[in-house]
């Protein structure tokens, strides 16, 4: 008998770096990611298969990311990237050999271990997917081995948008870029930074647009559902740490848990809150599991080489005094961390199943990118999780899709507006540093509303490439990542210039189509630099006249 359902949700997304620097802000980041996330992702999800297990995880791709992991550009970059990497690690090899007379055994033995590592990525991605990291994870949600998600196509930050045309534009871009990547219609959907807006005036929530959309279902934060007093934000990598804690109001406990999936009121979709404890098994950064000293460093490389030879020692000690990183190790602590994340998923569910007399839900996202890349052994500590769960417990690991189909919603609720940003509200993308960006968004947003109504009908081929151009170069600019890295401070500068160099495209192709002076060489310019969603068109940025009916099936 099942005591529940697990849905394990991975959110991936990048900003858009293609042709935008390379390192510390740009392209290497995008290859990082393929090499120790999605690469290593694909081969766990591919193996399991070959064992006779369908991973059945959730796994969203935005559809920026989605649009840069299909780019010629940037695939010929990677394979520059493997073999720059695997080049430098077989020098560290002599460097490090009995022959030279910087011969040290540990960093010998690390050194083989990243010439082993980086040959087999780049085997797989040649030879095990092609050259083609979208077409295998269609693949694998062909066979039903798991479900992929969309979202917002530059993940903007929708409750901030002005412009119903623009959260219109955003999420239908999103769509039709997943149908001609995945030959399907979505059913799931990830809200950028779990940002909601409910109706406000006579402006719907944002459940509007994804059922008017064909969208099922997509996800928010425990607290959203329980209410009760927002939580500091506990993430343990990247720039999570530098997110400054402003409590948002108290809001009276709703009498609710994650345990379950709801309507909401208004329109038939779904939500499901993330399950606190098992979030925070992981995400902590006092208490989950990256945080064992025996993982490796992210952040201090060789300084010859750029590989990562240490180990996280500890969460108080000092970059220089790193010790030495022990694969076999880490592997080692790795299992038995699957082991107890696995007891602790049977347990909750089993208690939950005693206390209502049903069997319930714990749904877990999390950022694809911390398995692999943040936490080096993090993809292997998936595919352990699943396979335990499949061997060893009463559990149903299930995609959303599946767990809706057997468990829909009994209740219908209405949420407040949020994120996961600390404290729950939007500081983190509207603060003293990033409100300057805001009425340039927004005045970009009424801008091309008024283009595209204005061009309606009109044939010019010149003029429809401009105006495809300047919907790129506005999606672009509202992507939430540029007043995010202003805000943590992670990357301010490039933050702020690659925002501008968007905005200052975009002003200068709708100058171009207003005073009908379209320059076809500055054109191919901003066409060459951006150049995702071949579909968009102006009409993407209009609302069509005739609009789905909200239900009152689920009231």
Known sequence: MSVGSFVFMLHSHLPYYRKAGMWPFGEESVYECMAETYIPLLNAIGDLWDEGIAAKLTIGITP?????????????????????????AQKDEKRFSARSETHNPDYLHLARFYVNWFSQVRRDYHERWNRDLIGAFKKYQDLGAIEITTSAATHGFSPLLKTDSSLYAQYKTGVDSYKRMFGKQPK????????????QGDRPGLEKWLYELGLEYFFTESFVIEGGQTVEMRRAFGAYGNIEYIPAKPRPATGLDTYEAYWLKEYPVAVMGRHDKAGYQVWSADQGYPGDGNYREFHKKDDVSGLHFWKLTSKSTDLGAKEIY?????????????????????????????????????????????????WFEGVNWI????????????????????YLTADPPTQAIEIPESSWGSG????????????????????????????????????????????????????????????????????KDYAVERFNDHVDRFRA???MIRFNRLDE?????FEDLDNPFPDITASSFLIPSTEVKSSSARS
């Not at 592997?331 to 939950?352: C, D, P």
């Not at 790129?472 to 540029?482: F, G, N, T």
Request: net charge negative; proline share 4%.
């Open 64 to 88: 920026i990311l989605a649009e840069q992991l299909c780019d010629p550009h940037l695939n010929a970059g990677f394979d520059k990237f493997l073999q720059d990497r695997l080049t430098a």
């Open 188 to 199: 799931g959907f990830w809200l950028p930074e779990c940002a909601y807006r409910p109706a």
């Open 326 to 374: 022990n694969p076999e190790q880490a592997q080692k602590r790795m299992l038995e961390n699957a082991e107890h994340y696995v007891g602790f998923l049977q347990q909750s569910l089993t208690e939950q199943l005693k206390k209502t007399g049903k069997p319930g839900l714990v749904m877990v996202s999390f950022d694809t990118e911390l398995f692999g890349h943040w």
């Open 383 to 402: 595919k352990e999780v699943i396979r335990k769960l499949r061997t060893y417990t009463a559990v149903d690991m299930v995609t959303a899709s599946e």
């Open 424 to 491: 729950g509200h939007w500081q983190v993308w509207l603060n003293n540093d990033t409100e300057w960006m805001w009425p340039i968004i927004n005045e970009s947003e009424l801008a091309m509303q008024d283009i595209a109504q204005a061009n309606q009908g009109k044939t010019d081929p010149l003029l429809q490439r401009a105006l495809k151009q300047a919907g790129r170069e506005l999606l672009l600019l509202e992507s939430s990542d540029w007043p995010f890295l202003v805000t943590t401070g992670q990357a």
């Open 509 to 511: 192709l709708i100058e």
């Open 521 to 525: 060489g500055k054109l191919k310019e």
